[in-house]
Nanobody, 122 residues
Framework: QVQLVESGGGLVRPGSSLELSCTAS????????LAWFRQAPGQDREFVAG???????YYADSVKDRFTISRNGAANTLYLDMGNLKSEDTGIYYC????????????????WGQGTQVTVSA
């Protein structure tokens, strides 16, 4: 059974940086696609960033050049480094795993963490 636990969220001011972590336990294979999603109040869950086993990275246009996704394979930990945060980045951030590979569609992901709250406010 795969378990994902996110951490690192908090309340920050616009322009700040924050690093989220997602620690995985269970069977996470090198072939799985790893991703971060977020969900703002009253909105659908949206793709933020994703990482292929090959190392290719994918980002939503809204976070490109501000966020970086990375992985520490030895520690089975996924990271999201967020810079120049804006109020519209506020939401609950989730890490997720897709066994079948690359996707930006939430329902195609097999495992989810419980989420960590990020609030960007002056």
């Amino acid at each position: 059974q795969v378990q994902l636990v996110e951490s690192g969220g908090g309340l920050v001011r616009p322009g700040s940086s924050l690093e989220l972590s997602c620690t995985a336990s269970g069977r996470i294979y090198s072939s799985h696609f790893l991703a971060w999603f977020r969900q703002a109040p009253g909105q659908d869950r949206e793709f933020v960033a994703g990482l292929r086993p090959s190392g290719n990275r994918y980002y939503a246009d809204s976070v490109k050049d501000r966020f970086t996704i990375s992985r520490n394979g030895a520690a089975n930990t996924l990271y999201l480094d967020m810079g120049n945060l804006k109020s519209e980045d506020t939401g609950i951030y989730y890490c997720a795993v897709a066994r079948r590979g690359y996707s930006r569609i939430p329902k195609e992901f097999d495992h989810w963490g419980q989420g960590t709250q990020v609030t960007v406010s002056a």
